[in-house]
């Protein structure tokens, strides 16, 4: 009798234990999840800023062509204004560059995702 009583504790205890374990799992995997999501969201921040930059930049620079246009000879405002071109295209490039380093990241992140939802 005393044998089958132990026998139930025990058992119980491990069912408890199992349970335990599960919800510890679950809170592991969540935290993983919310991890992943902060990562994605100051990214998108980054990328926000990085823009605004970029505006700023350009506004600069658009000033100082007209101060050019202005003050100095034609041949240079012209050079000036390829350079600024050549600028344009590098942060376009640049931008893009961007985009498709958050998508691949997306992307790569989407299965983990699945593979949590389905362990759930």
Do not use: R
């Not at 990214?43 to 007209?66: D, F, S, T």
């Not at 204004?81 to 958050?102: I, T, Y």
């Amino acid at each position: 009798m005393m044998m089958m009583k132990i026998m139930m504790i025990m058992k119980i205890m491990m069912m408890m234990m199992m349970k335990m374990m599960m919800m510890m799992m679950m809170m592991m995997m969540m935290m993983l999840l919310l991890m992943m999501m902060m990562m994605i969201m100051m990214m998108m921040i980054m990328m926000m800023i990085m823009m605004v930059m970029m505006m700023m930049l350009l506004m600069m620079m658009m000033m100082m062509m007209m101060l050019m246009m202005m003050t100095m000879a034609m041949a240079i405002t012209i050079t000036m204004m390829m350079m600024m071109m050549m600028m344009m295209m590098m942060m376009m490039m640049m931008m893009m560059m961007m985009m498709l380093m958050m998508i691949m990241m997306m992307v790569m992140m989407s299965p983990l995702c699945t593979l949590l939802m389905t362990l759930f």
